[in-house]
Every structure is written in structure tokens, then in C-alpha cells.
């Protein structure tokens, strides 16, 4: 029989057939893509091989190439492919790779997507252009040199996340929902190919370029809402809004801005009163400083002033916006009053600034009544002594008191006598007895002199004292009498009293009837201090009519007051009282 004997050329073993009668054979369990030695020897009937024939190189064919590895690294716009197909049954002529977008109905970019394939002898494969977070299938395979194609090897794979490439779209006001401090938003994501990720949150930024240039904190809305309250914004603030998408990456671009104002809010302050004076005795005027426009908090509609005395009821006057003073009329006399100023707008008025105290002007003062005189007679002058009821200084300030008197018929001025403010007497001197006067009395300010008083008539006093009155007598002895007796409420005032006893004697001859006349057993004189005196010399058991005479000294004479007895007919004009006997 014969045997065959073969060998990989890159391996040292050789292996043989079992021994074969026919003249050919197939070999089989060969590695592809070999080169093998083969030669045919032949067995005697011993069971020896002969020699060898001459060896025969053959090359096996190559095996189609199995599917590949893939390894890939993914990028945000990219990936790399490598086609990994090493194998010594098999010798690459290409490396193919290719890539497809998974089609997304809501990414329609995916549903346009035009596959990719790279064939070439390079096993490294990058793809580029791609977009940001999308789903991909990448495959990869082999062909040998006999231009067979291999196994695929298929990938799913999804590209990186990116910042957002564009800003969110229609940002926009919902001007129903805006606060003097907050404004309400709304608005739409990115375009779907734009968004390049996740959208995680979305970014608000504002800046105030009216009244003054601020920026507050930015809003972040987490979790991609898409409507968010912008706050701690200024009343009657315009802003400047604009908006941007965040992915995991980072921060897109911001948006157009839009602009916005957020609604009008109470003034947050008071005016502050710059001037506050009178302009009468029942009017004030006041100036102001306009508030700021940051303090105003909106469109100014009036002012309004308030006015108050002490802890009374407030009253208020307004003024249109553009004003900065007003005038407050109707006021009472010399009052201080205490003084403020709000502002009000669109949302309502703001609380009142700082107080400024303020007092009408003086006036002239009010009636002086209570005029009262008496009369008061020295030794040479009759003087008129004035009294009246003090006036308060609610209509200002009480500089004096002047009283005012003339004399009834005569054609003298008016004469005046001028007191101090807190008299509320005075002496008018000089006058004359027995004479009619008018007088009355007003009182001034430092704006003038009020109006009179109602006019008081005085008749000028006589210079004579008035009658003594209750006169009565007691015997201390039967030689001694004590008088006691009042002082006169009229005329000149006494400066001594003369006492008197009378006893009777008879009546004259050629009398119609008989009458007792008086006759001046006894007298004493007493200083006009003393209202009681003695009488001594009397006889015991004699009966005596007693008197008190008031004695008025005026300019050196003497004048007396009217008796009370009447001398020529003392038994009609007086009591007697007898003296006590002798013991």
C-alpha cells in the first residue's frame, strides 16, 4: 500500500495517513491558509515504507474571516472604530466599518441619516460629524484576499452630551402673574438637534436698567420645567430676561434678551419736608423733596399732606404729582401743628416721611372781660382801681393790657394806662370827684391790640368818707362808754373817727313844741384803723344818744361823713341809754 506523509511548513512534526491501496487520498483536519510539504512513500509486504517521493508543496485555501472584535471609543460628535481580525486562517486585504443612526421619531435628524461605511486596509475607523447624544449601530468586518467577507460584528453606541448648541426658544411674559418683585415666565427647550444632551435645567438671568443697573440672582429651574417665577426683583423695575438650557455638560447659549417691567408697589418711603413755615394766623405752607424713583415704586399719582394738633384727629389736603408744596388754610389761631407727606401711585400710597412741626402765626388777642373798679382816695388824689379776667395766649402771645378811660361829656383824649402781661389790675389816677367816666380795657399781641373790653361807667368818688354804720354802745363804768361800729363802704377813706355822746337840753323859747336838741356831752378822736373806742366824763344815770363821724383829710381839709343823728331833734333821731348808776 502507500502512505502519505504531510507537514506545516512553519511547525518541525510531520503527520502521516493511515496506509492507503488507492492511488489517491484527501486530507482532511488541515488549518487553512497553510503551507504544507506532502510526499507518498510506499509499504512492501514487510511493512516497511520505501523511500519518500519527492515532497509536493501546497498551499491550503484561506477560511472566511470571522466576525470581528470592535472596540470603540465614543466621543461627543464622534466615535473610533477599530476592526480587530487577527488570524492566521485567514489574511485581511479590507477592514470594513460602517455606522447607522437608530431612527427616533422625535429626533428627525435620525430618520435622515445616511450610513457610513469605510472599507480599507486600515483597521482604525473614526467617524465624525455626528451629533451630540444620539443612538448609533456601528458594525464592523473582514475581507481576506480572496475577496471573501467576513462574519459582522454589530455595536449599539451613543454619542456624548454636549452643552446645548442653541437657546431655549419663546421666551416669554405672563403678564397676568407679574409682581411688583416677581415676574412669571414661560418658554419652549431648545431645538430637539440643538439639545445635545439632557436638558437638566434652564438659567434665568436678569438685569434692571431702569432705575438703576442691578443684577439680581439668576433663576434656575431645575428639572427642565418650563415656567419659572423670576423673584426679589425691584417694583417698577424694567429688566432685561434672557434664558439658557443646561445638559450635564455645562451651559448653553443664552437667548435673545426680552424686556420687562414688573408691576407698580406702594411707595416705600415718605417725602421728606424741606420747609414748613405760617403764612398766617390760619395758614401754613410746606415744601417737599420729591422720592426718588426707586423709592417711588411707580407712577406717581398725588400727594398727600397730613396735618394734626397733638394727638388729635389727623386731617389731610392732596396735591397733584408734579407739585412739591402746599399751602394749608383754615387753621386754628397760634397752633403748633405737626406735619407729614405721602406719596401715592398705581398700587397706593406709601407711609407718611418724618414729622415737621409747624405753628400759625399769631393774632390779635380775644375780648378782655371782667372789668371791675374801685375807687381808692388818698390824702390828695381819687384814684380808680381795675380789675379784669386774664386772657391765655391761645391767639398769641399776651404783650400787655391797656386800659382806656375818659371823661363823660368833657373834651379831653382818651387817656390810657399801659400794665404788663401778666396783670391783671391796673391804677388809674388822677381823677376827679364827683365826675362821670368811661373806661374799658383791651389787650395785645405782637400782631396788636384785640378789641375793648365792654365799656365800664364809674362816677368819680366824693372826697368825703362815707356813713359810719353799726354803731353800738356797752358801759364798762357808769362814767365810761364803748363804741364799736364799721367801717364805711363808700366814699373817701377815713383817716380818723371822732365819737361822740349827746345829751338833751332844753328846747329854744318860742317853739312850737318842745324838741330836744342835741348837746356835746363827750367826744374822742381814733386813728382810722380802729373800728372801737372809749367815751369817759359821762354822768352815772344819765341817758345819751352815742355817734361815730368818719373824718376824710383830701389836699389839707378835712371833711367829715354825714351824721347819723340829727341834732335838732336827737329825740327822734337817736335812742338814749342812761348811764349805770354810781355804786
Do not use: H
Not at 508543496?57 to 477560511?63: I, N, S
Not at 373806661?439 to 361807667?457: D, E, M, N, Q
Amino acid at each position: 500500500g502507500y502512505q502519505v506523509m504531510y507537514r506545516d511548513v512553519s511547525q518541525s512534526t510531520s503527520q502521516t495517513t493511515s496506509p492507503i491501496t488507492a492511488m489517491a487520498t484527501i486530507i482532511s483536519s488541515l488549518l487553512p491558509n497553510r503551507t504544507y510539504t506532502v510526499n507518498v512513500s510506499a509499504i512492501g509486504f514487510g511493512g516497511q515504507n520505501g523511500p519518500g517521493s519527492t515532497p509536493l508543496t501546497v498551499q491550503t485555501l484561506e477560511a472566511v474571516p470571522n466576525a470581528p472584535g470592535l472596540p470603540t471609543t465614543v466621543a461627543r460628535t464622534s466615535v473610533t472604530v477599530e476592526v480587530v481580525s487577527n488570524s492566521p486562517d485567514w489574511t485581511v486585504s479590507q477592514y470594513c466599518a460602517g455606522i447607522v443612526a437608530v431612527p427616533v421619531t422625535d429626533q428627525p435628524w435620525t430618520m435622515t441619516f445616511p450610513p457610513r461605511l469605510d472599507c480599507s486596509n486600515n483597521a482604525r475607523k473614526t467617524f465624525a460629524s455626528l451629533q451630540e447624544f444620539t443612538n448609533y449601530t456601528v458594525y464592523g468586518y473582514a475581507i481576506n484576499t480572496a475577496r471573501q467577507r467576513g462574519a459582522n460584528t454589530t455595536m449599539s453606541i451613543q454619542t456624548m452630551q454636549d452643552a446645548p448648541s442653541s437657546a431655549p426658544r419663546g421666551l416669554s411674559v405672563t403678564v397676568a402673574r407679574t409682581t411688583s418683585n416677581s415676574i412669571m415666565l414661560k418658554w419652549m427647550p431648545p431645538s430637539a438637534i440643538d439639545q445635545n444632551g439632557i436638558i437638566t435645567a434652564y438659567n434665568i438671568a436678569a438685569v434692571s436698567t431702569f432705575p438703576l443697573v442691578e443684577t439680581p440672582p439668576p433663576l434656575i429651574s431645575v428639572g427642565g420645567a418650563l415656567s419659572g417665577v423670576l423673584s426679589d426683583l425691584k417694583p417698577y423695575t424694567n429688566y432685561s430676561v434672557t434664558i439658557a438650557a443646561s445638559t450635564s455638560v455645562g451651559i448653553g447659549n443664552y437667548s435673545d434678551p426680552i424686556q420687562t417691567r414688573t408691576a407698580q408697589a406702594a411707595p416705600s418711603s415718605g417725602p421728606t419736608i424741606t420747609m414748613a413755615r405760617n403764612l398766617s394766623s390760619t395758614s401754613l405752607t410746606l415744601s417737599w423733596t420729591p422720592l426718588r424713583q426707586e423709592q417711588l415704586n411707580g407712577v406717581l399719582s398725588l400727594y398727600t399732606v397730613k396735618y394734626q394738633i397733638g394727638s388729635g384727629t389727623a386731617q389731610t389736603i392732596t396735591g397733584a404729582a408734579g407739585t412739591t408744596a402746599a399751602t394749608i388754610t383754615g387753621l386754628t389761631i397760634f397752633t403748633q401743628y405737626s406735619l407729614s407727606v405721602s406719596a401715592t401711585n398705581g398700587a397706593g400710597a406709601g407711609p407718611y416721611g418724618s414729622t415737621v412741626m409747624a405753628t400759625t402765626d399769631e393774632s390779635t388777642p380775644a375780648q378782655v372781660t371782667g372789668v371791675k373798679t374801685s375807687f381808692v382816695v388818698t390824702t390828695t388824689t381819687v384814684n380808680a382801681e381795675v380789675s379784669w379776667n386774664g386772657l391765655d395766649n391761645n391767639l398769641g402771645i399776651i404783650t400787655g393790657y391797656t386800659v382806656v378811660y375818659r371823661q363823660v361829656g368833657g373834651s379831653s383824649p382818651e387817656s390810657m394806662v399801659r400794665n404788663s402781661a401778666t396783670s391783671t389790675t391796673g391804677i388809674v389816677t388822677g381823677l376827679l370827684p364827683r365826675t362821670a367816666y368811661t373806661l374799658s380795657v383791651y389787650a395785645s399781641t405782637r400782631i396788636g391790640g384785640g378789641p375793648r373790653s365792654a365799656t365800664v361807667s364809674l362816677q368819680g368818688a366824693s372826697r368825703e368818707p362815707g356813713k359810719v354804720t353799726n354803731i353800738m354802745v356797752t358801759f364798762p363804768s357808769s362814767s365810761t362808754a364803748e363804741l364799736t361800729w364799721s367801717v364805711p363802704t363808700d366814699g373817701a377813706p377815713p383817716n380818723e373817727y371822732v365819737l361822740y355822746a349827746y345829751s338833751e337840753q332844753p328846747a329854744t323859747t318860742g317853739s312850737r313844741r318842745r324838741r330836744a336838741v342835741a348837746r356835746v356831752a363827750a367826744n374822742a378822736t381814733v386813728s382810722a384803723d380802729m373800728t372801737t373806742g372809749m367815751l369817759t366824763g359821762l354822768k352815772a344815770s344819765t341817758p345819751y344818744a352815742f355817734d361815730v363821724v368818719a373824718v376824710a383829710i383830701f389836699n389839707g381839709v378835712r371833711t367829715t361823713s354825714q351824721l347819723n343823728l340829727d341834732p335838732n331833734n336827737i329825740q327822734n333821731s337817736g335812742t338814749f341809754q342812761a348811764t349805770p348808776a354810781e355804786p
